[in-house]
């Protein structure tokens, strides 16, 4: 699981940004937060805030390190070009970070990003501690420290700056393949998963096994509303999905698949149970928006349940009615369903999910812009009022934030762009 991630210097970030999963010591809804390696953590995390205040970029500095983890062990110096945030996980081209550009300083400084975690499975009693800084050039830094459930203190695995490499935590043989074949645009993580150590492998599975969607893209859109789940073809899977689908659509009652000659899928219609107590197939790319969307979700949501990694969704409320928002969010805040403590991570301007009792108020979190351009990232369960105090569980959250009291929300000023007297 996710303990804390941490970035600075990217896009409009520029200052040290903190997201922090651990549950602080508030007592509302209590039992769904998860206990795992020492730490008590939370599932799930909504970021709010005005438009072009930063929440995307937060979805967006999670994507870069997860996608430098997973490639760098393949790039090159020869190649690169600057990350726009449509970089998928098959791109090998050396992703360079875009800095803060509203300043000099920062448009020349690195880029940093850290997390903590939790390791899975037979590694799950462990906290990682992985970073990493960049700048056109490539690693300037790099660190792995890792602490047993009941050990005092973390141990170093190794620690990178520069041209030195120091690797206490890696057998000597593994050493000497690591300096032979690393280079500057290479992180030692990658590099070392590549060649089977077991730790460094860990690390950078656990990148690997992130789920990233994001429902303001129109062509990312395009791309979800004809995906389709794994083994789809397999009825047990069609069943699962129309079980899934009922919770909003009770009138899908299956699929009707028809494959090309090579045995992949050609076309799918979705059956309808009609008033007389037939059925009707209909084009699955016919049904609504909401319904392609909720279907393109099951993917992500089925793949991020099982395997307890981490789902990060852009815009979850796009497209959808406020009560399906909630329904699938429960999937992950229920620990009876949640039973791998998956994780999400989402932006939203649906402000009623505020309304609802759905969140802690460490699971909500703001985005704001400031004067200067920068971004600040802060969580509702830390906001400190303008006469000193905290935010109650009793208060009203929607009608706060709405009125201004958060900050995050948008200055509006009159569209008179015809100019009139």
């Given at each position: ?311 990060f969704i852009d815009e979850l409320n796009a497209r959808l009615h406020p009560l399906l928002v909630r329904s699938f ?93």
């Open positions: 699981m996710l303990i804390q991630f941490r970035f600075q210097n990217f896009k409009s970030f520029r200052d040290d940004t903190i997201l922090d999963m651990t549950a602080t010591k508030i007592t509302e809804h209590g039992d769904r937060v998860a206990a795992v390696a020492g730490e008590k953590l939370l599932t799930a995390a909504a970021i709010f805030g005005a438009n072009a205040s930063g929440k995307s970029n937060v979805i967006e500095a999670f994507r870069f390190m997860a996608t430098y983890v997973v490639q760098s062990a393949r790039y090159s110096e020869t190649t690169k070009k600057v990350y726009s945030g449509n970089n998928r996980i098959k791109d090998v081209e050396r992703i360079v970070p875009p800095p803060f550009l509203l300043d000099a300083d920062s448009e020349e400084a690195e880029t940093s990003f850290e997390v903590y975690f939790t390791g899975t499975g037979a590694e799950s009693r462990r906290v990682y501690n992985y970073g990493f800084t960049l700048n056109e050039a490539g690693v300037v830094e790099e660190w792995l420290n890792v602490k047993a459930k009941t050990a005092a203190e973390s141990r170093r695995i190794f620690y990178r700056k520069g041209e030195e490499l120091d690797m206490p935590g890696i057998s000597g043989r593994m050493q000497e393949n690591i300096r032979l074949s690393l280079g500057p645009e290479t992180l030692v993580a990658s590099l070392g998963s590549t060649l089977r150590n077991a730790t460094l492998r860990a690390v950078r599975n656990w990148f690997y096994d992130w789920n990233f969607t994001d429902f303001g893209d129109p062509f990312e859109n395009a791309i979800l509303s004809r995906q389709l789940p794994q083994d789809f073809l397999e009825e047990s899977v069609q069943r699962t999905v129309v079980s899934y689908l009922s919770a909003f659509d009770p009138s899908i009652v299956g699929f009707q698949v028809e494959q090309d000659e090579k045995g992949q899928v050609a076309k799918v219609d979705a059956i309808h149970r009609t008033k007389d107590g037939g059925t009707v197939a209909l084009p699955l790319a016919q049904e609504s928006s909401g319904t392609l969307k909720m279907f393109s979700l099951y993917p992500y949501l089925e793949d991020t349940l099982r395997t307890g990694s981490i789902l969010l429960l999937a992950f805040l229920n620990p009876a369903i949640n039973t791998n403590h998956a994780q999400i991570i989402f932006t939203t301007h649906d402000a009623w999910q505020l309304s609802n009792h759905l969140l802690r108020r460490d699971e909500i979190w703001f985005t704001e812009k400031a004067g200067d351009g920068s971004s600040t990232l802060y969580s509702l369960a830390d906001f400190v009022d303008e006469e000193g105090g905290k935010i109650r569980k009793d208060e009203n959250y929607e009608k706060n934030y709405l009125l201004g009291k958060y900050g995050a929300i948008p200055t509006l000023k009159c569209l008179d762009m015809l100019g009139g007297e």
